[in-house]
T-cell receptor
Framework: GAGVSQSPRYKVAKRGQDVALRCDPISGHVSLFWYQQALGQGPEFLTYFQNEAQLDKSGLPSDRFFAERPEGSVSTLKIQRTQQEDSAVYLC???????????FGQGTRLTVV | DAKTTQPNSMESNEEEPVHLPCNHSTISGTDYIHWYRQLPSQGPEYVIHGLTSNVNNRMASLAIAEDRKSSTLILHRATLRDAAVYYCILYSLSFGNEKLTFGTGTRLTIIP
């Protein structure tokens, strides 16, 4: 596709429910990033892949958060046993390796009730 | 990660130039200066980046101080569509450390 695509755009989850957020990066982009953005704040780094290798997961807030990119293309961010503090916009970005200019999707707004 | 400092907010009149400042006094020699902007309900959008020399593209210009401790994003003729949060980010090209670290940015308001 022409840009980074994320689905769903909106997700409402009951507290304790598991959720899976999908990211389709730009074709050919080696690097893929996940960010979390709380209301009124800048995006916070969660994790980063180069192809299928997860090179940095230092931003994942707890072991309830898990990300994968098994074939080096589509990525899924999974949150287990969601809690209210997980409510945020989750952004995915992709880039050519070491090129710096990252392209972001529109994000998935997760609301935990 | 090296940090950047930006004003929380700025206002500008439509069709006038806008100069958005950024201080990065702890920048290292290998850090690139990147600017992104985020429109309401959108993901961040790449604007421009540079290392030492001033840079121009169709969206904006980037002026980098000689000592690289500060930079200025210049929008030559602001339109209402330029109203957004602008982020100045230092980006280091090193294997396994490609992440962009966002601050709180500058919220730019354009006055019609």
């Amino acid at each position: 596709g022409a840009g980074v695509s994320q689905s769903p755009r909106y997700k409402v989850a009951k507290r304790g429910q598991d959720v899976a957020l999908r990211c389709d990066p730009i074709s050919g982009h080696v690097s893929l990033f996940w960010y979390q953005q709380a209301l009124g704040q800048g995006p916070e780094f969660l994790t980063y892949f180069q192809n299928e290798a997860q090179l940095d997961k230092s931003g994942l807030p707890s072991d309830r958060f898990f990300a994968e990119r098994p074939e080096g293309s589509v990525s899924t961010l999974k949150i287990q046993r969601t809690q209210q503090e997980d409510s945020a916009v989750y952004l995915c970005a992709s880039s050519l390796a070491f090129q710096g200019a990252a392209f972001f999707g529109q994000g998935t707004r997760l609301t935990v009730v | 990660d090296a940090k950047t400092t930006q004003p929380n907010s700025m206002e500008s009149n439509e069709e006038e130039p806008v100069h958005l400042p950024c201080n990065h006094s702890t920048i290292s020699g290998t850090d690139y200066i990147h600017w992104y902007r985020q429109l309401p309900s959108q993901g961040p959008e790449y604007v421009i980046h540079g290392l030492t020399s001033n840079v121009n593209n169709r969206m904006a210009s980037l002026a980098i101080a000689e000592d690289r401790k500060s930079s200025t994003l210049i929008l030559h003729r602001a339109t209402l569509r330029d109203a957004a949060v602008y982020y100045c980010i230092l980006y280091s090209l090193s294997f396994g450390n490609e992440k962009l670290t966002f601050g709180t940015g500058t919220r730019l308001t354009i006055i019609p």
